[in-house]
T-cell receptor, first 113, second 114 residues
Framework: AQSVSQHNHHVILSEAASLELGCNYS??????LFWYVQYPGQHLQLLLK??????LVKGIKGFEAEFIKSKFSFNLRKPSVQWSDTAEYFCAVIRTGGFKTIFGAGTRLFVKA | DADVTQTPRNRITKTGKRIMLECSQTKGHDRMYWYRQDPGLGLRLIYYSFDVKDINKGEISDGYSVSRQAQAKFSLSLESAIPNQTALYFC?????????????FGSGTRLTVV
């Protein structure tokens, strides 16, 4: 069965620090990958997605993620975080052509001003 | 107006009561989903519907039922609420006529069962 593992449940950073959130998935076939963000008290919003092509994808608000197929990973990065990036981040995977998205447990990021 | 609207936003109910959570969308999407979010567990799929006549159980459907009243409306019911159903519930939509590009989520319903 597909699964998604997010290694860090809680991350605390100071403003301007660099961010990398880990995500690994288990599925041997072709997948589409997503990162969603949930700001406090709000619904999930799509941050970025990978379907095919360039494994380095860029999303909104300066976020990017790199798909490394050999490692089954899709880590989220941002060079310099801001206080407003405080949120919970979810990695998600769906088998290409499939219809059920599997979500990771989420990583709560707190950025100190 | 929001693309995906959930009502109520917050609800406290007693054990054993029946409660319905409602979801409506203006996206024109054919697929609708109900997810439950619990701390440390992420989102888990309760039910999903590909059209009005196609409803399917997700991974944690026990204790829940759904109704797809129209393409734009998808309701989730707890027939007899229990405390471990206390959670944040999200409705989501997607469009099968286009390549999947992620879900559109509603704002969520925070349900507390006491």
């Amino acid at each position: 069965a597909q699964s998604v593992s997010q290694h860090n449940h809680h991350v605390i950073l100071s403003e301007a620090a660099s961010l990398e959130l880990g995500c690994n998935y288990s599925y041997g076939g072709t997948v589409n990958l997503f990162w969603y963000v949930q700001y406090p008290g709000q619904h999930l919003q799509l941050l970025l997605k990978y379907f095919s092509g360039d494994p380095l994808v860029k999303g909104i608000k300066g976020f990017e993620a790199e798909f490394i197929k050999s490692k089954f990973s899709f880590n989220l990065r941002k060079p310099s975080v801001q206080w407003s990036d405080t949120a919970e981040y979810f990695c998600a995977v769906i088998r290409t052509g499939g219809f059920k998205t599997i979500f990771g447990a989420g990583t709560r990021l707190f950025v100190k001003a | 107006d929001a693309d995906v609207t959930q009502t109520p936003r917050n609800r406290i109910t007693k054990t054993g009561k029946r409660i319905m959570l409602e979801c409506s969308q203006t996206k024109g999407h054919d697929r609708m989903y109900w997810y439950r979010q619990d701390p440390g567990l992420g989102l888990r799929l309760i039910y999903y519907s590909f059209d009005v006549k196609d409803i399917n159980k997700g991974e944690i459907s026990d204790g829940y039922s759904v109704s797809r009243q129209a393409q734009a409306k998808f309701s989730l019911s707890l027939e007899s609420a229990i405390p471990n159903q206390t959670a944040l519930y999200f409705c989501a939509t997607s469009d099968s006529t286009r390549d999947f590009h992620g879900y559109t989520f509603g704002s969520g319903t925070r349900l507390t069962v006491v």
